[in-house]
């Protein structure tokens, strides 16, 4: 059974920063696009970022612009876990992130984790 777990938010004061991690289980995910996804209070669930294997040990990352040059997506696929880096953050950072895998069709997410709350004060 495929499993994601999701750690790492918190408080931070704005231009701090955090490390979000996305554990995975269940299978091997060194091919499997995994995406981090959040939503805030009121507003829909959007897309930040997803890394992508592109053939061989070559991956390839996608990022929604709000966050380009700030949040960098990255994994470990000895661990199975997938890390979003965010740096330089702003209040309107603040939600839950909930990363997601494309496991059984590559055209959509059809595992997602339990989330975890990022909280930026200014």
């Known amino acids: 059974q495929v499993q994601l777990v999701e750690s790492g938010g918190g408080l931070v004061l704005a231009g701090g920063s955090l490390r979000l991690s996305c554990a995975a289980s269940?299978?091997?995910?060194?091919?499997?696009?995994i995406g981090w996804f959040r939503q805030a209070p009121g507003k829909e669930r959007e897309f930040v970022a997803q890394?992508?294997?592109?053939?061989?040990?070559?991956?390839?990352?996608d990022y929604t612009d709000s966050v380009k040059g700030r949040f960098t997506i990255s994994r470990d696929n000895a661990k199975n876990t997938v890390y979003l880096q965010m740096d330089s953050l702003k209040p309107e950072d603040t939600a839950v992130y909930y990363c997601a895998a494309k496991v059984s069709s590559p055209s959509k997410y059809d595992y997602w984790g339990q989330g975890t709350q990022v909280t930026v004060s200014s």
């Open positions: 269940g299978r091997t995910f060194n091919t499997v696009v």
């Open positions: 890394i992508r294997w592109i053939g061989g040990s070559a991956y390839y990352a």
